[in-house]
């Protein structure tokens, strides 16, 4: 079998999206174990290394124009010149748009959020995602979603699709680097370097902007006002807004000393970092499938999870909630995760239960069975 995966959309999506990689990690998978081969579809901007796991003859290098012009092309020329050039057996497109072709199966992966409306900003959405996607979910063989919300929305959207969506938890691709928690003496070793030895919140900032931030660091100050603790809390990664405008307001912070805020540099690529944590706040990024929530899982680190977001379906019971911007609720969670020795314990087993349940096993055997919905017979 012969399937041509469009990956110009994940190129856009630059190289931390977790998507991108679960996508192509997918596909090698297939490759492997079911002897599917691939063509890699790439516009004319791709360099070698940008998309990990593709490269050689199997990358099909084309040029694209800019805009939603040149969008429109890919999708009505492009793509369906390819596909019947190399006689595909199938087409995967990875925007959630199809191409106008016949003849030729299309299998759809939805953007992490299928919703435009929802967290619909920057680049997981094109100009022409919104307008063709009734078309789009009308013409694609078999449709690839993240979540139950997306399925519901999608059926919705569309009626009549709804047997051909399935909910594929991609979150099961974590950092190589989690093995499982840190032994005691390594964490003193992490506190030590990074917070003058005292235990730490993590909050990873990434999707973050200038307001949450703010929001944050109130909440914060709720708890060290009524806790009197010596817990600090450590910010990693970029925000999106003015870093000058976040730092300001940190030098007048009546708990600066025990904040700290490392941007970039060993501490945002020291997985031992989110190991050694107190609890992990993963309250901003609306691009991530779920992979900062298994690793903390995995490392025996409790979770503090944004209220309504991705990360709320997959934890279940096994993660604090609140909301980013409900200053209130977000501090009654730190205390309580702070307070409850035995709760934040119970937290902690029900993470390592669930986390077994993401495996690299089932999210293959839900992509193939999509596959062997559209092509038959197979092996």
């Keep these: 079998m012969l399937i041509l995966l469009d990956c110009r959309p994940l190129q856009y999506a ?38 990990d796991g593709i490269s050689g003859d199997s990358v099909l ?30 087409v995967m497109l990875t925007g959630g748009i199809t191409a106008k072709l016949s003849g030729i199966p299309q299998c759809l992966w939805m953007p992490e ?15 022409i995602y919104r307008a063709r996607l009734a078309a789009a979910l009308q013409r694609a063989a078999v449709i690839f979603c993240f979540t ?24 099961m691709e974590e950092d190589a680097g989690v093995k499982g ?6 964490k003193e070793e992490i506190k030590m370097k990074y917070v003058r030895g005292k235990e730490y919140f ?21 708890f060290k006002k009524r806790q009197q603790s010596n817990m600090q809390l450590l910010l990693t990664g970029e925000v999106n807004g003015s870093v000058g405008v976040i730092r300001q307001r940190l030098e007048t912070y009546k708990y600066r000393e025990d904040v700290h805020w490392q941007e970039d540099g060993p501490v945002a690529e020291d997985g031992r970092v989110r190991r050694a944590a107190y609890a992990a706040l993963l309250l901003f990024d609306s691009h991530t499938l779920g992979a900062p929530l298994l690793n903390a899982w995995a490392a025996g680190v409790p979770v503090i999870a944004a209220d309504g ?58 992509l193939w069975e999509g596959i062997g919905k559209v092509f038959r017979p197979m092996n």
């Design 181 to 186: 928690p840190l032994a005691d003496s390594e």
């Design 113 to 127: 959020r299928a919703n435009p409306g929802e967290n619909g900003t920057g680049r997981l959405y094109p100009a």
């Design 14 to 51: 630059g190289p931390g999206s977790e998507r991108s990689r679960f996508i192509l990690a997918a596909a090698a998978a297939l490759a492997r174990d079911k002897a599917v081969e691939w063509l890699y579809v790439v516009d004319h901007t791709f360099r070698p290394g940008m998309l």
């Design 61 to 90: 290098v084309r040029r694209s124009l800019p805009g939603s012009f040149g969008w429109r092309w890919w999708y009505d020329r492009q793509i369906p010149r390819l596909a019947r050039q190399y006689h595909a057996d199938m």
């Design 309 to 366: 977001s991705l990360l709320q379906e997959i934890a279940g019971d096994a993660a604090l909630l609140a909301g980013a911007a409900d200053t209130a609720s977000l501090a009654a969670q730190l205390m309580r995760i702070y307070k409850d020795e035995n709760g934040r314990m119970d937290l902690i087993r029900r993470g390592l239960d669930r986390h077994g349940a993401y495996s690299h096993e089932g999210s293959l055997g839900i």
């Design 202 to 222: 993590l909050a990873e900032l990434a999707g973050a902007g200038e307001e949450d931030v703010i929001n944050l660091l109130k909440a914060f100050s709720l």
């Design 148 to 171: 139950g919300r997306d399925r519901d929305w999608l059926a919705g959207y569309r009626p009549g699709v709804e047997n051909k969506i399935l909910v594929l938890p991609a979150a």
